[in-house]
């Protein structure tokens, strides 16, 4: 089955505790996104690859890093999380940049709390 | 499940009518645009697409329409389900950027 899978579901942290969220595709797509969803302020883009080693800032970098060592794998990493940093995180990705006849397909979402 | 905003705009429609959810956009460069649906406890979900060369665009039970002149985009489904009941989001991308902005959404809730 085509999908985008994230990992963990849920995570409960402690502030400046390094911790890394995965997330992998099957579809062989080239372009992967990380967003954050927060109540009032929709879908927000952290990061996204447009291939393998290439990557860029969306709109809320800040306290966040991630990698495309691989294809199929966009892990974001947060090297000393905050509590505003508290959110839903969502892995996407779609066959080449966003178009007609390429939208984003998303993974099913990270709940993560920063204590 | 996991709750996706609070006090998002709300539109409550009767089992079996049509239903119309509205959405802004800002950026008059923008030349692509996406409906999704988000349920309760999962990611969003791609409904419908269009292209700024276009005004509208159909797919089953939903259709896009897209007033450039100023800047709106509306979602149309007909015969509204239950299963229809969600938030739904629009987004942009503006021309020759990779980032796609998404709106913050709108609730909609199917009366049986």
């Known amino acids: 089955e085509a999908q985008v899978t994230q990992n963990p579901r849920y995570l409960i942290t402690v502030t400046g505790k390094k911790l890394t969220v995965t997330c992998s595709q099957n579809?062989?797509?080239?372009?992967m996104s990380w967003y954050r969803q927060d109540p009032g302020l929709g879908l927000r883009q952290i990061y996204y690859?447009?291939?393998?080693?290439?990557?860029d800032k969306g709109d809320v970098p800040e306290g966040y890093k991630v990698s495309r060592k691989e294809k199929r794998n966009f892990p974001l990493i947060l090297e000393s999380p905050s509590p505003n940093q508290t959110s839903l995180y969502f892995c996407?990705?779609?066959?080449?940049?966003?178009?007609?006849?390429?939208?984003?397909?998303f993974g099913n979402g990270t709940r993560l709390t920063v204590t | 499940g996991e709750s996706v905003g609070l006090h998002l705009p709300t539109l409550s429609v009767q089992e079996g009518d049509n239903s119309i959810i509205n959405c802004a956009y800002s950026n008059s460069a923008s030349d692509y645009f996406i409906w999704y649906k988000q349920e309760s406890g999962k990611g969003p979900q791609f409904i419908i697409d269009?292209?700024?060369?276009?005004d509208k665009r159909q797919g089953q039970r939903v259709t896009v329409l897209l007033n450039k002149t100023v800047k709106h985009l509306s979602l149309q489904i007909a015969a509204t389900q239950p299963g229809d009941s969600a938030v739904y989001f629009c987004a942009e991308r503006g021309r020759g950027y990779q980032k796609v902005t998404f709106g913050t959404g709108t609730k909609l809730q199917v009366i049986p």
């Open positions: 690859s447009m291939n393998v080693e290439v990557t």
């Open positions: 269009i292209r700024s060369n276009m």
């Open positions: 579809m062989n797509h080239e372009y």
């Open positions: 996407a990705s779609s066959l080449i940049v966003p178009v007609q006849n390429s939208p984003l397909h």
